[in-house]
């Protein structure tokens, strides 16, 4: 059974850089691509980025960077220069097996909430 | 930017049968945009229904399928459950990047 957990700290303070990691279980990190996605309080789902390019949503690329380390089976994500606007419950995903172009987001982390306030 | 457009909301009686649409502002959908399906409900993790236009998930109920249809992708619910009442969004593909869409809040009643 595949399972994805977040973690990292649920508050950050606005400016400072917001860092999250994902764990895999059930799954090497190496036969797939991961995603990121969020959801503002209340709102809709929004793509981050994922792993398998340098393909990321254009309005967060300047601040985004994204990570994989298959020795301990997580990849991670690094958002700078938050703002309030970047509070969100932000999800890691499977986003699609190595070789095949169709993203199939099939397992998803139960989320964690990040809060931007001073 | 790219913005992939859903009806904000559709309300569908026990039984009938409705169809969500997922259009891109850059044109037409098609295969190539490998149209995906999600199915959220409140407090829940969004779950994965269609991927590649119409395959579907090992856990997607047969009442659920996907296809395009008018230059939009389109999820088609028929038989429609209580349990179906729940927000669902689109994902498109645009070489690597993939957008979601606004989103469709189907109510049942």
């Known amino acids: 059974q595949v399972q994805l957990q977040e973690s990292g700290p649920g508050l950050v303070k606005p400016s400072e850089t917001l860092s999250l990691t994902c764990t895999v279980s059930g799954d090497s990190i190496s036969n797939h691509h991961w995603s990121w996605v969020r959801q503002s309080p209340g709102k809709g789902l929004e793509w981050i980025g994922y792993t398998g390019s340098t393909n990321s949503n254009p309005s967060l690329k300047s601040r985004l960077s994204m990570s994989v380390d298959t020795s301990n089976n997580h990849f991670s994500l690094k958002l700078t220069s938050v703002t309030a606007a970047d509070t969100a419950v932000y999800y890691c995903?499977?986003?699609?097996?190595?070789?095949?172009?169709?993203?199939?987001?099939?397992?998803w982390g139960q989320g964690i909430l990040v809060t931007v306030s001073s | 930017q790219i913005v992939v457009t859903q009806e904000p909301s559709l309300t569908v009686s026990p039984g009938g049968t409705l169809t969500l649409t997922c259009a891109s502002s850059s044109g037409a959908v098609t295969r190539g945009y490998y149209p995906t399906w999600f199915q959220q409900k409140p407090g829940q993790t969004p779950r994965a229904l269609i991927y590649?236009?119409?395959d579907k998930q090992s856990w997607t109920p047969a009442r659920f399928s996907g296809s395009l249809l008018g230059g939009k992708a389109a999820l088609t619910l028929s038989g429609v459950q209580p349990e179906d009442e729940a927000d669902y969004y689109c994902?498109?593909?645009?070489?690597?990047?993939?957008?979601f869409g606004t989103g469709t809040k189907v109510t049942v009643l």
């Open positions: 994902l498109l593909y645009y070489g690597g990047a993939r957008v």
């Open positions: 995903v499977r986003d699609r097996p190595d070789r095949i172009p169709a993203p199939l987001f099939d397992y």
């Open positions: 590649s236009t119409n």
